[in-house]
């Protein structure tokens, strides 16, 4: 294959593994103790949102990718299909959450890390129940979040279209290494979390980005060599077999 | 019928569809106490709070949806290969899916029960036995209306059987892996926004109301029913009047304005006549789900607001 299709590949790999970090950091994640109003965040683990958001931007894009049958789909396009699905899905789930914690038990959203809002200039403190880490989504986290949905879907979206369109992967195999490169970061960046993190006003996402972001380059440079190998090696792999 | 009100009806559907399935996957999360609220049921023999609720903590929500969507989509997808019709296929598939969740519920509970002895929490046999039944039937429900969806979307469903339209309106996965990315999402949600009304209200109903659950509290569950002691049949009665629903509502609404902004594309693209152009029909997507991002972040500055307003600041120590 051509060599510079196969940089293109590599590339991609990087970039997308990098933004899949980046939007996990930024999505408030309260995990465990989120679900008892216990900490700020979504009531669920990094992974496990992040990919959920990120699948659903890939279903858009890969339907938006198959708009263009006879030629090379528009990569900014589908992957910025991608970004606005995944970014949709973060957003109605922190709003459904948001309206079960203030009607489901009269919560009050605010943060547990910042006295203000840095966005909205909402004092937070009064309201937080105290020997909590704050509860619900308050507006920052709920920006955050949103932006961490679209850089993730982003990410996850590029690493399809470049593969199905420059790899000739069928959609079906495009997507599995897609969602795989995407969960190995995803996985990495939760790890680097440790715990919960509420969005990037939250001291420990100054703290960690860096080193999440380092290894995620290293983890999607791993991943970018092996799909480049298994293409030149295997010309036949993306076909998708019986799929 | 013009192909593209074909297009809407199935995708109302798939909407319709959405909605049950999260629902039930919320309930059912709730029947076996999965996921994070699970962590109390967890704790609460080790505080001396000995109880009657499941305790089935497989794998979070999402790869326990993902394998047993994926399990029921291979195994339909199969029977569809070789001919047999889809309204036999997907019930059988999500049977067999499950049966396996069924029997992955049954291990982890006798394991953490039986690890529980220390705290002299018992296995009570009837609680055992008289909730594989409904996690069973509740599993069922989600697993075969996300298995419909997915065979709805994929190029074996009736999607892709329509015809006259410049463009495939299928998804081009394949129906296992739609049901993956379905279940993936299903889990994600059910975790993220069910848990709440079962892990911060069900769970401590005799704490104040109003209040985010303090530390302290943690482990300390509610054990009492309206009558008698509370089994975890007892959560799904009370989380089904607002969390499930709030949940299905979640989903239903993603699929929804998923689908509807990209067929609003599509159409703006040329879809129903007129020369096709991918670029327009993107293009609209895209900007049409951007407006819905910014609605979305208005509602929630507006919640937000009105909460703070109406509820004020802490009161108490």
Known sequence: ?243 | MEPIVMVFAWTMVVIVLAFIACLFEDLESDEGSQSNPNSQVQLAPEMGYIHRYYNKAISGEGLSYALACTIAGTVAWAMLSTGITPLIAIPFGAGIGSLVHMIRATIPHLGRESAHKRFEQPIYLDVFFGHLVPIATHNFMAVVCITAIAYIQSPSGPLAAITGLPVAANNPFPLPLLCFIWGITVGAIGSSTGDIHYGTERLFQDRPFGEGRRVVYHGQICRYADCGIRTSKDVVAFCAKYGGPATGLTFGLIVLFENWRTLIGMMAGGLTGGSWSPGVAAGVGIVIGLIIAVALTVGNLYLVKWARKKFGPFVGE
């Open chain 1, 1 to 243: 294959m051509d060599p510079i299709i196969l940089v293109l590949i590599l590339v991609s790999a990087i970039i997308g593994g990098i933004l899949a970090s980046l939007g996990v950091h930024l999505l408030p994640v309260g995990g465990a103790p989120a679900a008892m109003a216990t900490a700020t965040g979504v009531a669920t683990g990094c992974v496990m949102l992040m990919t959920g958001s990120a699948v659903t931007g890939l279903f858009t894009a890969s339907a938006v990718a198959s708009f263009w049958e006879f030629e090379h789909a528009n990569i900014a396009l589908v992957a910025l299909s991608g970004g606005v699905g995944a970014m949709l899905m973060i957003g109605w789930t922190m709003l459904i959450a948001n309206l079960l914690y203030v009607f489901g038990a009269g919560i009050v959203p605010v943060s547990g890390r910042v006295a203000v809002d840095p966005i909205t200039k909402e004092s937070q403190t009064e309201y937080k129940t105290p020997r909590t880490d704050g509860h619900g989504m308050p507006n920052v986290s709920y920006i955050s979040g949103m932006i961490g949905g679209f850089v993730g879907g982003f990410g996850g979206a590029l690493i399809y279209v470049t593969l199905e369109n420059y790899a000739h992967f069928s959609p079906a195999t495009a997507g599995i290494v897609a969602i795989g490169i995407f969960i190995a970061n995803a996985i990495l960046a939760a790890y680097n979390i440790g715990g919960t993190i509420e969005g990037f006003h939250d001291p420990k996402f100054k703290e960690r980005i860096g080193v999440g972001l380092f290894a995620a380059f290293v983890v999607s440079l791993l991943c970018g060599i092996l799909v480049v190998v298994a293409v030149e090696i295997f010309p036949s792999l993306g076909l998708g077999g019986a799929l």
